[in-house]
């Protein structure tokens, strides 16, 4: 190989490692496998999300943390969720009037954010079981979107 050859190499390899560096110090959930995904499992109270969100081995997800999903694809079927900002968000891709706008909507299910009266299900910030490996039987997780699983599948 001539030292050209051997140049562009090393041109790529540092483009590549430039990139990547780029992705994951931009983006650490791409590092950690980290994501927001929706529990549906209807707390009566902040404590018992809080503790739903431990179940599966996160944290009530933060609005931001809302926010970045939906921009990376995050819409759980018309379904919304609690935050640890005690309100509800429903992340959307496109607009249905019964379902929200584009965007992340939020109190659009529940309003005032009765905690008893209000159902909605959990956004946990966490690591996201793989589909075949729930570890809670019989309690609904919903995928990312309509063709992910999880955001990283």
Avoid at 38 to 58: H, Y
Avoid at 67 to 72: D, G, I, L, N, R
Avoid at 96 to 110: E, H, I, L, P, R
Avoid at 118 to 130: F, I, N, Q
């Amino acid at each position: 190989m001539t030292a050209s050859g051997i140049a562009l190499v090393l041109l790529i390899l540092v483009l590549v490692l430039a990139v990547l560096t780029f992705i994951f110090t931009r983006n650490p959930r791409y590092f950690t496998g980290k994501e927001v995904f929706l529990v549906a499992m209807v707390p009566s109270n902040e404590s018992e999300a809080k503790g739903i969100a431990e179940d599966f081995g996160g944290v009530l997800a933060s609005a931001g943390q809302i926010a970045v999903a939906q921009k990376e694809g995050a819409e759980y079927a018309c379904m919304a969720g609690w935050a640890s900002d005690g309100h509800t968000y429903m992340p959307r891709q496109e607009t249905d009037a019964g379902c929200g706008s584009t965007g992340v909507n939020k109190n659009f299910v529940c309003g005032n954010d009765a905690w008893s009266t209000c159902r909605a299900g959990v956004l946990v910030y966490g690591k996201k079981a793989a589909k075949t490996l729930l570890c809670k039987p019989g309690i609904p997780i919903a995928p990312f979107n309509s063709s992910q699983w999880s955001q990283f599948s």
